[in-house]
Protein backbone atom coordinates (compact mmCIF):
# COMPACT_ATOMS: atom_id res chain seq x y z
CA UNK A 1 0.00 0.00 0.00
CA UNK A 2 2.73 2.53 1.09
CA UNK A 3 4.62 1.32 -2.07
CA UNK A 4 1.42 2.13 -4.53
CA UNK A 5 1.31 5.79 -2.60
CA UNK A 6 4.83 6.18 -3.47
CA UNK A 7 4.52 5.83 -7.05
CA UNK A 8 1.50 7.95 -7.01
CA UNK A 9 3.36 11.25 -5.58
CA UNK A 10 6.35 10.52 -8.73
CA UNK A 11 4.58 12.44 -11.49
CA UNK A 12 3.52 15.25 -9.26
CA UNK A 13 6.82 15.83 -8.32
CA UNK A 14 8.21 16.11 -11.64
CA UNK A 15 5.46 18.16 -12.75
CA UNK A 16 6.51 21.14 -9.39
CA UNK A 17 10.35 20.32 -10.56
CA UNK A 18 9.68 21.27 -13.55
CA UNK A 19 7.76 24.26 -13.19
CA UNK A 20 10.14 25.76 -10.58
CA UNK A 21 12.75 25.24 -13.04
CA UNK A 22 11.08 26.93 -15.51
CA UNK A 23 10.68 30.00 -13.17
CA UNK A 24 14.38 30.07 -12.06
CA UNK A 25 14.99 30.06 -15.74
CA UNK A 26 12.90 33.15 -16.18
CA UNK A 27 14.11 34.68 -13.39
CA UNK A 28 17.76 34.19 -13.95
CA UNK A 29 17.43 35.96 -17.72
CA UNK A 30 18.17 32.21 -18.94
CA UNK A 31 17.17 31.96 -22.82
CA UNK A 32 14.32 29.77 -23.47
CA UNK A 33 14.51 29.22 -26.70
CA UNK A 34 17.78 29.24 -29.39
CA UNK A 35 15.70 30.42 -32.52
CA UNK A 36 16.68 34.13 -33.45
CA UNK A 37 13.57 36.84 -33.63
CA UNK A 38 13.73 39.20 -35.92
CA UNK A 39 12.34 42.57 -34.20
CA UNK A 40 12.79 44.90 -37.49
CA UNK A 41 14.99 47.23 -37.54
CA UNK A 42 15.74 49.98 -35.23
CA UNK A 43 13.43 53.25 -35.44
CA UNK A 44 15.78 55.89 -37.28
CA UNK A 45 14.60 59.35 -38.74
CA UNK A 46 14.05 59.38 -41.97
CA UNK A 47 16.24 61.73 -43.81
CA UNK A 48 16.13 65.46 -44.92
CA UNK A 49 12.93 65.26 -43.28
CA UNK A 50 13.14 68.76 -41.16
CA UNK A 51 10.29 70.10 -38.41
CA UNK A 52 8.46 73.31 -39.11
CA UNK A 53 10.36 75.77 -37.84
CA UNK A 54 8.32 78.38 -35.45
CA UNK A 55 8.96 82.34 -35.99
CA UNK A 56 10.98 83.28 -39.60
CA UNK A 57 11.76 86.37 -41.02
CA UNK A 58 11.13 89.48 -39.31
CA UNK A 59 9.49 92.59 -41.39
CA UNK A 60 11.97 95.30 -42.09
CA UNK A 61 15.12 93.49 -40.51
CA UNK A 62 15.73 90.11 -42.44
CA UNK A 63 14.17 88.73 -45.02
CA UNK A 64 13.37 84.68 -46.05
CA UNK A 65 15.70 82.98 -48.56
CA UNK A 66 16.19 79.21 -49.37
CA UNK A 67 19.48 77.54 -49.91
CA UNK A 68 20.08 73.96 -51.54
CA UNK A 69 22.05 71.63 -49.50
CA UNK A 70 22.66 67.99 -50.07
CA UNK A 71 21.00 65.61 -48.97
CA UNK A 72 20.32 61.64 -49.48
CA UNK A 73 22.40 62.30 -52.58
CA UNK A 74 20.30 65.23 -53.81
CA UNK A 75 19.80 68.58 -53.69
CA UNK A 76 17.01 69.49 -50.93
CA UNK A 77 15.78 72.98 -49.87
CA UNK A 78 16.27 74.69 -46.31
CA UNK A 79 15.28 78.04 -44.98
CA UNK A 80 17.52 81.27 -44.03
CA UNK A 81 17.28 84.73 -43.95
CA UNK A 82 19.12 87.15 -45.22
CA UNK A 83 19.23 90.77 -43.50
CA UNK A 84 17.04 93.18 -45.75
CA UNK A 85 19.96 95.70 -46.03
CA UNK A 86 22.10 92.56 -47.79
CA UNK A 87 18.85 91.43 -50.08
CA UNK A 88 18.04 95.67 -51.03
CA UNK A 89 21.92 96.51 -51.59
CA UNK A 90 22.30 94.53 -55.32
CA UNK A 91 23.27 91.35 -57.03
CA UNK A 92 26.54 91.20 -55.49
CA UNK A 93 25.79 91.87 -51.70
CA UNK A 94 22.88 89.24 -52.06
CA UNK A 95 25.27 86.53 -53.98
CA UNK A 96 27.60 86.96 -51.20
CA UNK A 97 25.09 86.98 -48.59
CA UNK A 98 23.53 83.41 -50.10
CA UNK A 99 26.79 82.08 -50.39
CA UNK A 100 27.90 82.81 -46.81
CA UNK A 101 24.91 80.53 -46.11
CA UNK A 102 25.76 77.94 -48.09
CA UNK A 103 29.44 77.58 -46.78
CA UNK A 104 28.48 77.28 -43.16
CA UNK A 105 28.27 73.98 -41.83
CA UNK A 106 24.29 72.92 -41.66
CA UNK A 107 22.99 72.97 -37.42
CA UNK A 108 22.94 70.11 -35.93
CA UNK A 109 19.35 69.40 -36.48
CA UNK A 110 20.12 69.17 -39.75
CA UNK A 111 23.13 67.45 -39.99
CA UNK A 112 20.82 65.29 -37.80
CA UNK A 113 18.44 64.81 -40.51
CA UNK A 114 21.50 64.18 -43.54
CA UNK A 115 22.18 67.77 -44.54
CA UNK A 116 25.74 68.69 -45.84
CA UNK A 117 26.90 71.15 -47.83
CA UNK A 118 30.06 70.65 -50.35
CA UNK A 119 30.60 74.69 -50.73
CA UNK A 120 34.19 75.45 -49.59
CA UNK A 121 34.08 77.47 -46.25
CA UNK A 122 37.06 80.17 -48.18
CA UNK A 123 34.51 80.40 -51.80
CA UNK A 124 33.56 84.29 -52.17
CA UNK A 125 32.11 85.86 -55.02
CA UNK A 126 32.89 89.18 -56.67
CA UNK A 127 31.14 91.63 -59.61
CA UNK A 128 32.00 91.41 -62.73
CA UNK A 129 35.06 92.38 -64.52
CA UNK A 130 35.26 94.94 -67.50
CA UNK A 131 34.58 93.58 -70.59
CA UNK A 132 32.36 90.65 -68.79
CA UNK A 133 28.38 90.64 -68.93
CA UNK A 134 26.69 92.97 -66.34
CA UNK A 135 24.79 90.44 -64.87
CA UNK A 136 28.26 88.19 -64.47
CA UNK A 137 29.32 86.85 -61.35
CA UNK A 138 33.13 85.90 -60.01
CA UNK A 139 33.99 82.85 -57.81
CA UNK A 140 37.63 82.68 -56.25
CA UNK A 141 37.60 79.37 -58.10
CA UNK A 142 37.02 78.54 -61.09
CA UNK A 143 33.34 77.00 -61.12
CA UNK A 144 34.61 74.04 -62.56
CA UNK A 145 37.19 73.14 -60.40
CA UNK A 146 34.13 73.02 -57.69
CA UNK A 147 32.85 69.97 -57.03
CA UNK A 148 29.32 69.22 -58.86
CA UNK A 149 27.66 69.02 -56.10
CA UNK A 150 29.51 72.59 -54.51
CA UNK A 151 27.99 73.94 -58.05
CA UNK A 152 25.09 72.61 -58.24
CA UNK A 153 23.86 73.82 -54.72
CA UNK A 154 25.59 77.72 -55.70
CA UNK A 155 23.83 77.54 -59.13
CA UNK A 156 20.42 76.34 -57.98
CA UNK A 157 20.31 78.72 -54.70
CA UNK A 158 21.14 81.75 -57.16
CA UNK A 159 18.55 80.52 -59.53
CA UNK A 160 16.03 81.21 -56.41
CA UNK A 161 16.77 84.82 -56.69
CA UNK A 162 15.20 86.75 -59.83
CA UNK A 163 18.08 89.67 -58.97
CA UNK A 164 20.72 86.70 -59.72
CA UNK A 165 19.17 85.27 -62.72
CA UNK A 166 19.41 86.52 -66.61
CA UNK A 167 17.52 84.43 -69.35
CA UNK A 168 16.85 81.57 -66.69
CA UNK A 169 20.48 81.27 -66.18
CA UNK A 170 23.24 82.05 -63.55
CA UNK A 171 26.49 83.98 -65.13
CA UNK A 172 29.45 82.34 -63.29
CA UNK A 173 33.01 82.72 -64.12
CA UNK A 174 36.36 82.83 -61.62
CA UNK A 175 39.65 83.89 -61.21
CA UNK A 176 41.15 83.14 -64.65
CA UNK A 177 40.68 84.66 -67.46
CA UNK A 178 38.14 82.53 -68.99
CA UNK A 179 34.67 83.99 -69.55
CA UNK A 180 31.88 83.89 -67.26
CA UNK A 181 29.65 81.13 -68.41
CA UNK A 182 25.60 80.73 -67.99
CA UNK A 183 24.81 77.87 -65.75
CA UNK A 184 20.85 76.43 -65.61
CA UNK A 185 19.46 74.50 -62.34
CA UNK A 186 17.27 71.78 -63.83
CA UNK A 187 15.34 68.98 -61.98
CA UNK A 188 18.17 66.52 -63.14
CA UNK A 189 20.40 68.82 -61.34
CA UNK A 190 18.95 68.62 -58.43
CA UNK A 191 18.22 65.05 -58.49
CA UNK A 192 21.74 64.33 -59.58
CA UNK A 193 24.01 66.77 -58.29
CA UNK A 194 26.93 64.55 -58.82
CA UNK A 195 26.61 65.46 -62.61
CA UNK A 196 28.08 68.59 -63.44
CA UNK A 197 24.78 71.46 -63.72
CA UNK A 198 23.53 72.33 -67.23
CA UNK A 199 25.02 75.11 -69.13
CA UNK A 200 22.54 77.54 -70.74
CA UNK A 201 22.48 79.29 -73.75
CA UNK A 202 23.63 83.02 -72.67
CA UNK A 203 23.78 86.43 -74.43
CA UNK A 204 26.74 87.37 -73.81
CA UNK A 205 26.18 91.20 -74.78
Same mark, same amino acid.
Given at each position: MMRSEHRGRRPLAAVA?? !?? +?AVLAAGCGIRTTSVPVDAGPAP?? !?? +????AQDGGAQPGQSVAAEIYLVCNSQL???DRTVTAQEAESGRLALAAALLDELREEPPAPERQAGFATDVPSALRVGGPRAGDPKDALRLSEQ???????ALAQIVCTYTESEQLVQDGTVL???PGSYAPRGYLCTAETKA????????GAVRLS
Amino acid at each position: MMRSEHRGRRPLAAVAGA !VL +CAVLAAGCGIRTTSVPVDAGPAPSR !VP +CDMPAQDGGAQPGQSVAAEIYLVCNSQLVTVDRTVTAQEAESGRLALAAALLDELREEPPAPERQAGFATDVPSALRVGGPRAGDPKDALRLSEQPEDLTPEALAQIVCTYTESEQLVQDGTVLLGGPGSYAPRGYLCTAETKARPKAVPTLGAVRLS
